[in-house]
């Protein structure tokens, strides 16, 4: 018997067929059978607590069905607020990490310019050191010398020391700010990862679209099944209690049954829908065959009536689930905005983090770059001392070669004087033995002095002389 064809379903012909033997015998038996019906549809009436639990899980499933609604409109309301708020948050990050990437850049620069100019001055130190210093510029029985002992690297040394000390405080500075930038995504990760569904949360539950406006059309559809069987099944207790009550000795016969048959069942206080007025035999024969026919399909009616509430119960336990997860989401997405108010907190520090290091890094960069022109000042300084180091050698050379020449027109000169000497004394001599003889002793009293006789001697000292040079 079903909700919609309790009254047509088909009576095997060896079933509940009512006997057909002598008239005391088939009335009793006849009667006999009518109460086991009555009694099989009396317990068939239990499935209004069935009915009436569907009934329940449909009012449940509406108002969860309400509920979902109102937690999914919130939450992509919360949703896409935080989502809004990560974005801006993430594009401050990237501008944090931009002033880092900035900073490493421009450091690693100054490094390398570093570098280059320590490479430069260490090359020009040791070539001060490798150079030595010619002997015959030094005093007597002075230790050999390099040019490097004639500079002062202190200036240098401090230099380098002022430099590692703006390194230091550039890397600290550094340190910091990525402590912070990984703080900052640490923070931003944590909130990205709130709005995550949870791993053990089923992906129908994750679905876009709510899965229980279909469960709720299902549960109605099995409701409303339900209570048509549970009409049908009341219809045929109804009717065999009419049958019963239409049937010789049916109030008599019903006392004499067990008491275990007949448990709860009370003939005249139930039935209330059950027909009193006389009936015909043809209209008792009708009523006794669509009795015997419902009667066979009362277990099937309860059966399935029990399985839609066991689907129904499937899907009120679906249902309950996905409110359940959805109440979970909500939840976590209020969490969430804790936590965005936890970096809402920390984000002025993280800014202030950014802004102290462009300024420290700025104040150090300028130190630096200061220091580094120094630097490259006293390697120019130590090239001078290399390039007029070989002038000077050269100047050497050449004051040796003009020495040379004063020397040898020196030499020339006193050659050339010694020769007129030698010609004024002799022409003294023959114009005294011509002429002497005639005039007096007393007329001049050069008459007889010898000629006048040069020397050349050099006037400076004798250091100023141009030393010798090792050959090298």
């Not at 095997?12 to 033997?21: H, I, N, R």
């Not at 401090?158 to 600290?172: E, F, H, N, W, Y």
């Not at 969430?336 to 950014?354: C, I, K, N, W």
Request: charged share 30%.
């Amino acid at each position: 018997m079903s909700a919609s064809s309790e009254s047509d379903r088909a009576l095997p012909s060896d079933s509940a067929s009512l006997p057909q033997d002598g008239p005391a015998s088939a009335s009793d038996s006849s009667l006999e059978k009518l109460v086991e019906f009555l009694v099989a549809a009396k317990r068939s009436l239990s499935s209004t607590d069935h009915v009436w639990r569907a009934n329940e899980i449909v009012t449940s499933a509406r108002a969860s069905l309400e509920k979902s609604v109102i937690l999914g409109a919130r939450t992509v309301y919360l949703r896409r607020g935080l989502e809004t708020q990560v974005q801006f948050l993430c594009q401050i990050k990237d501008g944090v990490v931009h002033v880092a990437r900035v900073g490493q850049t421009e450091f690693e620069a100054v490094l390398r310019d570093l570098d280059a100019a320590d490479a430069r001055v260490r090359s020009t130190l040791t070539q001060l050191t490798s150079t030595r210093v010619d002997p015959s510029f030094r005093p007597p029985h002075e230790e050999r010398k390099s040019l490097h002992d004639f500079v002062d690297e202190e200036g240098v040394e401090v230099l380098k020391a002022g430099i590692r000390t703006s390194i230091d405080q550039t890397q600290t500075a550094q340190r910091e700010l990525a402590g912070s930038i990984k703080a900052f995504g640490d923070q931003i990760k944590a909130l990205k990862t709130a709005l995550v569904p949870k791993a053990n949360a089923s992906p129908d539950h994750q679905d876009s679209d709510s899965p229980i406006p279909p469960m709720l059309r299902s549960m109605e559809e099995h409701a409303k099944e339900m209570a048509d069987g549970l009409e049908s099944l009341v219809r045929h207790y109804d009717l065999c209690v009419t049958a019963i009550k239409h049937t010789e000795d049916g109030g008599t016969a019903t006392q004499n049954l067990s008491a275990d048959l007949l448990e709860g069942l009370e003939i005249s206080k139930t039935g209330e829908g059950a027909s009193t007025e006389p009936i015909s035999d043809t209209e008792k024969k009708d009523m006794l065959d669509v009795l015997v026919k419902d009667a066979a399909d009362v277990e099937d009616v309860v059966m399935e009536i029990r399985d839609r509430l066991s689907d129904m119960e499937s899907q009120s336990d679906y249902v309950i689930a996905h409110v359940d997860y959805l109440s979970q989401v909500y939840a976590d997405t209020t969490a969430a905005f804790g936590l965005l108010e936890d970096v809402g907190r920390t984000l002025p520090e993280y800014l202030a983090h950014s802004h102290e290091f462009q300024a420290r890094w700025e104040e150090e960069k300028s130190k630096i770059v200061e220091q580094l022109a120094d630097l490259d000042a006293f390697t120019d300084t130590y090239d001078g001392f290399l390039r007029a180091y070989d002038g000077l050698v050269v100047e050497v050379g050449r004051r040796k070669d003009v020495q040379k020449k004063m020397e040898a027109v020196a030499r020339d000169a006193v050659k050339k004087l010694d020769q007129l000497y030698q010609d004024d004394l002799a022409a003294r001599e023959a114009f005294r033995r011509d002429e002497g003889r005639f005039l007096p002793s007393d007329i001049w009293s050069g008459l007889m002095d010898p000629p006048l006789r040069l020397q050349i001697t050099p006037i400076s000292q004798e250091n100023s002389k141009a030393p010798y040079l090792e050959p090298k």
